[in-house]
């Protein structure tokens, strides 16, 4: 059964860092598991947008323009987590944060919208304000 946690939100101050982590279950994040796995947010009264993602089988990354040279994802395979290292935040990135992988191969990259996953994590917000 495939379960995301995620962690590591709260409040920051703009200028601040946060690092968020979503821990994967139910599938390993190297070979042979063949997938992607996504971070999105969620703004009060806005859609859900794609933020980063990164494919399992060759760590290929993906920035959306909101976020590029400020944010950065990662894996650990040992640990079964990925994360996404959030700096230089600024108040219009306050938003609910979810983890969402999809495992299958895909015949498009990037996969930045929510259709393209399958399973998704509970959210963890973060609030950038002073």
């Known amino acids: 059964q495939v379960q995301l946690v995620e962690s590591g939100g709260g409040l920051v101050q703009p200028g601040g860092s946060l690092r968020l982590s979503c821990a994967a279950s139910g599938f390993t994040l190297d070979y042979p598991t063949i997938g992607y796995i996504g971070w999105f947010r969620q703004a009060p009264g806005r859609e859900r947008e794609g933020v980063s993602c990164?494919?399992?089988?060759?760590?290929?990354?993906y920035y959306a323009d909101s976020v590029k040279g400020r944010f950065t994802i990662s894996r650990d395979n040992a640990k079964g987590t990925i994360y996404l290292q959030m700096n230089t935040l600024k108040p219009e990135d306050t938003a609910v944060y979810y983890c969402?992988?999809?495992?299958?191969?895909?015949?498009?990259?990037?996969?930045?919208?929510?259709?393209?996953?399958?399973?998704w994590g509970q959210g963890t917000q973060v609030t950038v304000s002073s």
């Open positions: 969402a992988a999809v495992l299958r191969s895909s015949y498009y990259w990037p996969l930045m919208s929510v259709t393209d996953y399958d399973y």
């Open positions: 990164i494919s399992v089988s060759d760590a290929d990354t």
